[in-house]
Structure formats: C-alpha cells, structure tokens
C-alpha cells in the first residue's frame, strides 16, 4: 500500500517569504493524479491545485505545484497572513490516499 | 452554485451504528460520485469510501471494508454513510465531498463536516 510523507511536519515563515512544501509517494503516481488542499480550523478542506499544477477556481496564482513520479511540492511564492494553515497533498485514482500535512505557521 | 448539506452532530456509544447524511445541491445528483473522508481532532485526513449515485457502485478503504456502508436517495439528492461498530476511535469529524470535475478524483466541493463522538 502507497504511502504519502509530507515534510516539514512544520514550517514556520513571514510573511512576504516564500514557502516550499514537499510531498513524497512510496509509488509512482499514476497520470500525476496528485492534489493539494488548504485547510484552516474548523473548516472543511479547500482544494487548492489538481493534476499536481492546475490552480482550481479562484485559487491565486502565488501557490503554484510541480513534480512527477512520486516527489511533489507546493510552492507559495510570496506568503500572505490569510495563507498560514494545514496543507495536504492527496494522491487520487482506485484508492485516495492523504499525506499527514504540513502546518504552516508564522515565525 | 454547488452545496453538500451534512446532518448534524451525533454522540453514540461503543459499540452502536451512526448514520450521516449529505444532501446535495446546484448540480445533476447523478452526474458526480460522493466521497466521504474523516478527520480525528488534530489528525489529518482518512479517505472512508466512495459512491457513484448514478450506478449505486460503491468502493471501500479496506480499513473500513466490513464496517462502513454508503447508499444514496436520488429523489432527495442525498448519499448516507453509516459506520458500525463503533469505538472510542471513530470519534472524529466526517466530510462528504464532491469531485471538482466529472472524473476527477480531486475534491474541490466538501460539506461542512459532521461530529461524530463515541463515548459511554
């Protein structure tokens, strides 16, 4: 059974800088079938990218993804306040699976 | 514009069977598979199982294979999750989501997320 590490466990930044968080798949994942959510307390997930690089609707274009194979990353390209939270990667096909996440929180 | 509506939050104890709902709106029922995922209090996310309205096909986590049912009503648009046998374990919050496009396996659209806490 795949499994998806994500690292850091936690990453702590400013604002204004620039984040880089790493998602690796013990197998290969098929057709790039890898997503990215945001989540914050008390709220449900939002999907951030899918097919690792496609931004979904209305999400900006400083969270940017890349990667094939089995090593993904996420790349917030110049943090906002709003933009500190959990983040999850997720590979999808016949059987979804969820990395532990990635806190974000400021320094 | 797309909504999952969950039932509310459900206390049970060890050992009994809870049932949560998700009512669908702003899109074709038929047209979207259902996912259902959970998340324990400062945990991360656990894939359950899937559902496709249309078809009434349903797959599992084998975590859960055994334990967990999903059936669907299309005259009211909603799909069920009912997970049995509970324990101290289950207690957790669950989502239902949607795909963000017909044959995506990415969730852009979730409910709002039902409590559901196993306690005696």
């Known amino acids: 059974e795949s499994v998806l590490t994500q690292s850091p466990g936690t990453l702590s930044l400013s604002p204004g800088e620039r984040a880089t968080l790493s998602c690796r798949a013990s197998?290969?994942?098929?057709?790039?079938?890898l997503a990215w959510y945001q989540q914050k307390p008390g709220q449900a997930p939002r999907l951030l990218l899918y097919h690792t690089s496609h931004r979904a609707t209305d999400i900006p274009d400083r969270f940017s993804g890349s990667g094939s194979g089995t090593d993904f990353t996420l790349t917030i390209s110049r943090l906002e306040p709003e933009d500190f939270a959990v983040y999850y990667c997720q590979q999808y096909g016949s059987s979804p699976l969820f990395g532990q996440g990635t806190r974000l929180e400021i320094k | 514009q797309v909504q999952l509506v969950q039932s509310g939050a459900e206390v049970k104890e060890p050992g009994a069977s809870v049932k949560v709902s998700c009512t669908t709106s702003?899109?074709?029922?038929?047209?979207?598979?259902i996912n259902w995922v959970r998340q324990a209090t400062g945990q991360g996310l656990e894939w359950m199982g899937w559902m496709n309205p249309n078809t009434g096909k349903t797959g599992y986590a084998q975590k859960f294979q055994g334990r967990v049912t999903i059936t669907g009503n299309t005259s009211i648009s909603t799909v069920y999750m009912e997970l049995r046998s509970l324990r101290s374990e289950d207690t957790a919050v669950y989502y239902c989501?949607?795909?963000?496009?017909?044959?995506?396996?990415?969730?852009?659209?979730w409910g709002q997320g039902t409590l559901v806490t196993v306690s005696s």
């Open positions: 989501a949607r795909p963000y496009f017909h044959g995506s396996g990415s969730y852009g659209f």
């Open positions: 197998q290969s994942v098929r057709s790039d079938f």
């Open positions: 702003g899109y074709i029922f038929t047209t979207h598979d």
